[in-house]
């Protein structure tokens, strides 16, 4: 069912208003858990709406719109940034820069976007607390942090959040990608996979860059580690399944006639399947120990980071939320689609409680720049920055109300 025209006409004439908030997000972003700022200006957000926001999980935020009785529906924006350069050249381009936890100091950016969602989110949230003659029931806004380290659904959880609200009935969410803006993507069934990432510390015997003989070279063993572990995924998983295994950090040494005492380099592994997920870990167990002893180094370190859950969209929530954004946005602007191999922790929260979700994806980008072949766009990108802003944030108002509403009453 299409949204009822009041909402149509309130969005149209708040959309200048919410592009300026989506650019002062896209100023002020902040690590994963570091949201400090950003969840002050949601709660002051919410606050001029009416309601009473609470903080959950350190830097979340959470409000509830009470209307009367009816059903309970939640939906969930993210809202840290990354360690990022910006490279948009954006007239917001942000300037911000943080400190990861090791201390390192780093540019930070919104490059996936979630600047967009905590906009879109605060958006439904204002057109619901505005009109609430049009619906009855409780919608509970969730802004989570800490979403690129899956530790932000995680910290809500511990924190209590479904002891301090309504249980709801369903779980909504969204993310822009760099599809066509007035689209969106979405999937029944598993919809986005597990992710385990890992550090691995490979340790050596350091000596002098000119005696190799009395060291054991920790850059090489780990040069030789993470070729082998490339063959994992070509040899050790069947063609009818899938899995993605990723280095994106690899560091040794200091000086360039010293060879170090030891190395570091980081695994991130996608699949779908937990058999799949199971062969991959053990193969990177046994790849990396069999490595190290054949160099004759000392044991390597393999540590846990962090993991991501899947997602697995409810079928039933998902047709029928499939058919209302249909009504919406139209029929050819709602593509039904395979599974991506990104991740996400927006499961947990329906996970926790047993209660079925649903997450899709909607498009930040004009269809000129989607089909021209020399544009690159990727969300975690430096370049990441929606070109056509005002509809970006439009389909994201509208998703997220088509949502919610067709799951509350109306009146």
Known sequence: MALDPTFRSALDAEIPALVEMYQHFHRHPELSMQEHRTADAIEEHLRSYGLEPFRCGGTGVVAVIENGEGP?????????????????????????TGTLPDGTETPVMHGCGHDTHITSGLGAAKLLTEHRDRWSGTAIMIFQPGEETSAGAAAMLEDGIWDRVPRPDAIYGQHVWPGVAGTVNITSGTA?????????????????????????????????????????????ISGRDSAVLTIGVFNGGLKENIIPSSARFTINIRTYDEAVRET?????????????????????????????????????????????LGDELGEDAVNVTPPVTGSEDFGRFGDAIDVPYVFWFFGGYSQAKVDDPEEVLSNHSPFFGPDEVETTLGTGVRAALTALLGHLGSR
Request: proline share 9%.
């Open 72 to 96: 309970v529906v939640a939906f969930r924006a993210d809202t840290d940034g990354l360690p990022i350069a910006e490279q948009t050249g954006l007239p917001y381009s942000s300037e911000a």
């Open 192 to 236: 986005m996979a597990m992710a385990d990432s890992l550090e691995v510390i490979v340790h050596g015997q350091q000596a002098h860059g000119s005696q190799p003989e009395n060291a054991v070279d920790p850059i090489v063993l780990g040069a030789f580690m993470i070729t082998r572990l490339q063959t994992i995924v070509s040899r050790e």
């Open 280 to 324: 991959v870990l053990t193969a990177v167990e046994r790849i990396i120990t069999a490595e190290a002893q054949a160099s004759g180094a000392p044991a390597p370190e393999i540590r846990p980071m962090y993991g991501f859950p899947p997602v697995d969209n409810d079928p039933d929530l998902t047709a029928s939320l499939i058919r209302a």
